[in-house]
């Protein structure tokens, strides 16, 4: 059975950084393009940053260009989001997810694999 593990959420003061990791358990993960959503409070999940399986082709929403980073090491068959420059509207649970498809071109009961989600909560 696959498993996405996510880590490194946590209490975060506006402004802060945050680097979040997900570490997974398929075999053949290079071959998965891998994301990172979020749901705040009240709110639909929504795309953070997604990557190819090479981690040079990256996509992210555009509220968030230039704050979050993603990346990923096949080697160690995870995913990294690098947060920066952190807003209270940030505060959500984010979630590692893994498609063998474009991330982009998917519903959300599209993805093939979800971790259980991390909380990221930014005070102000």
């Known amino acids: 059975q696959v498993q996405l593990v996510e880590s490194g959420g946590g209490l975060v003061q506006a402004g802060g950084s945050l680097r979040l990791s997900c570490t997974a358990s398929?075999?053949?993960?290079?071959?998965?393009?891998m994301g990172w959503f979020r749901q705040a409070p009240g709110k639909e999940r929504e795309l953070v940053a997604a990557?190819?399986?090479?981690?040079?082709?990256?996509y992210y929403a555009d509220s968030l260009k230039g704050r979050f980073t993603i990346s990923r090491d096949n080697a160690k068959n995870t995913v990294y989001l690098q947060m920066n420059s952190l807003k209270p509207e940030d505060t959500a649970v984010y979630y590692c997810?893994?498609?063998?498809?474009?991330?982009?071109?998917?519903?959300?009961?599209?993805?093939?694999?979800w971790g259980k989600g991390t909380l990221v909560t930014v005070s102000s």
């Open positions: 997810a893994a498609a063998q498809r474009p991330l982009l071109h998917l519903s959300l009961e599209g993805i093939d694999y």
């Open positions: 990557t190819d399986w090479s981690g040079e082709t990256t």
């Open positions: 398929m075999r053949a993960f290079s071959t998965y393009e």
